[in-house]
C-alpha cells in the first residue's frame, strides 16, 4: 500500500502545485473562506465524497466511506484562512488580495488534506474504517476550531490527526513530537483606575501609568522569582492604552495581553495568582483594578499510540533520516486542541525550510515554503490515516 500511495502522491504533484499557487494567490480571513470552501467541496466531490458545506460557518466536511470492517472513525483535520498581512515575496504566484496573505501555511495544509482525500478514495475498499477530512476556517483568531465542534464535525470520530508547517525543519522531513506540542493560550485585561490630576502635581493624583508600569515589571518579576522554572510560562502585555494630554496625569490604563502555560495545573491558578499580584500594586498606591481573565485554547497534547503510527508512517514512508524528534514544544498556541477535548488526536510538524537560504518565520511577509514539502505531507498523512486502521498500526 506504502508504494502505490508514494507513487500516485508524485503522479499528483503538478496538481497540488496548481491547487496549492490558487489558494495562494486568493487567500481569505477569517471567517470569510467563501471562495476556499467552494474549491475545497469540488475537489472533494470529484472524488466522489459525500460533502458538506457551511459547517463551522464556512467549513468543509467529506467523508469518505471505507468498507465497513471497522467501526473506527478517523477525522483528518485542516485549515483554510490567511492573515491580515502584505505579501512581500515576490513570487510570481504571491497574492492578489491587497493585505491579505497565506504566511502561515494553511494553502499547504488545505492542500494536504485535499491530497490525502484524492489518495485515499482511490483504496476506499481497503479502508477498514471512516474518514472524516474536516477543512476548518478561522483557526488564526483561535475560533473555527469550536464553529466546526459545535455543528458536529466530532460527532462519531475515534481520532483526529492534523499537520502544521515548520519552516525551521527543512523540506521533505517530518517533526514528531510525544506530549505537549503547544502551549494553553488565555487572554489577559486589566484595567487600573487611578485620580487624574495636573501633571506637576503628582502627589495630588493617582497616576494610573505609573501603577501600570508597576503591575507589568512586577508580573514579569514575579515569574521568575515564584514560578517553578520548569513549567514554562509566558506574560505578555501587548496593548496599553491611558492618558489624555501630556500634562495630566491619567486616570485610567487598560492593558491587553496573552498567556501561555504549558502545565494545566499551573494554568488553572493562574487568574488568581494574577488578581492578587494586581490588587496588591494597586491598594498600596491607592488605585483600583478590574482583572479580566480569559480562557481560551488549551495545550495540543498529542496522544501518545496516535503519535507513534505517525512516526512509524513517516519513518517507513520517508527514512529515518528524515523524520525529526522534537524535543520541546511550542509557547504558540493551535485550535487544533479544541477537537482532542471530543477525541485523542495528534499533529504533526512538516518542514518546509528552503535549503541554504534564510527561512523567514512564520507570520512574516516574506514567509516561503519549499513545495516539495507537499508530496512529504500527503504521503505521511494518507499513510497514518491508513495505517490507523490496520489491527497492528
Avoid at 72 to 101: K, N, Y
Amino acid at each position: 500500500m506504502l508504494s502505490k500511495i508514494k507513487d500516485l502522491a508524485v503522479d499528483l504533484t503538478p496538481r497540488l502545485i496548481e491547487i496549492r499557487r490558487h489558494f495562494h494567490l486568493h487567500p481569505e480571513l477569517s471567517g470569510q473562506e467563501y471562495q476556499t470552501a467552494a474549491y475545497v467541496a469540488g475537489v472533494l466531490s470529484s472524488c466522489g465524497l459525500q460533502v458538506q458545506e457551511g459547517i463551522g460557518k464556512t467549513g468543509v466536511i467529506g467523508e469518505l466511506k471505507g468498507n465497513g470492517k471497522s467501526t473506527l472513525h478517523l477525522a483528518i483535520r485542516t485549515d483554510m484562512d490567511a492573515l491580515p498581512i502584505q505579501e512581500a515575496t515576490q513570487l510570481e504566484f504571491a497574492s492578489r488580495v491587497p493585505g491579505v496573505m497565506h504566511a502561515c501555511g494553511h494553502d499547504l495544509h488545505t492542500t494536504i488534506g485535499l491530497g490525502a482525500a484524492m489518495i485515499l478514495s482511490q483504496f476506499k475498499d481497503s479502508l477498514q474504517g471512516d474518514i472524516r477530512f474536516i477543512f476548518q476556517p478561522a483557526e488564526e483568531i483561535a475560533q473555527g476550531a469550536l464553529w466546526m465542534v459545535e455543528d458536529g464535525a466530532m460527532k462519531g470520530i475515534s481520532a483526529i490527526f492534523g499537520v502544521h508547517v515548520f519552516p525551521s525543519i527543512p523540506a521533505r522531513c517530518v517533526g514528531i513530537r510525544y506530549g505537549a506540542l503547544t502551549s494553553a493560550m488565555d487572554d489577559l485585561e486589566i484595567v487600573i483606575q487611578g485620580e487624574a490630576g495636573h501633571g506637576a502635581r503628582p502627589h495630588q493624583a493617582i497616576d494610573a501609568i505609573w501603577i501600570a508600569s508597576q503591575v507589568i515589571t512586577s508580573l514579569q518579576q514575579a515569574i521568575s522569582r515564584m514560578q517553578n522554572p520548569l513549567d514554562p510560562l509566558v506574560l505578555t502585555i501587548g496593548q496599553i492604552n491611558g492618558g489624555k494630554a501630556p500634562n495630566i496625569i491619567a486616570d485610567q490604563v487598560k492593558m491587553v495581553g496573552t498567556v501561555r502555560s504549558l502545565n494545566p495545573e499551573l494554568r488553572q491558578k493562574l487568574p488568581t495568582w494574577i488578581k492578587g499580584i494586581v490588587e496588591g500594586i494597586c491598594h498600596i498606591y491607592g488605585a483600583k483594578c478590574e482583572i479580566n481573565y480569559r480562557h481560551r485554547l488549551p495545550s495540543v497534547q498529542n496522544d501518545m499510540g496516535l503519535t507513534k503510527i505517525i512516526e512509524k508512517s513517516a519513518l517507513e514512508a520517508l527514512g529515518e533520516e528524515h523524520v525529526i524528534s522534537i524535543f520541546e514544544p511550542s509557547l504558540g498556541a493551535e485550535d487544533f486542541a479544541i477537537y482532542l477535548d471530543h477525541a485523542p488526536g495528534s499533529m504533526f510538524r512538516l518542514g518546509t525550510g528552503k535549503e541554504n537560504q534564510h527561512n523567514y518565520p512564520l507570520h512574516h511577509p516574506r514567509f516561503e515554503l519549499d513545495e516539495s514539502s507537499l508530496v512529504t505531507g500527503v504521503v505521511t498523512m494518507a499513510y497514518s490515516a491508513y495505517k490507523y486502521f490496520q489491527p497492528e498500526n
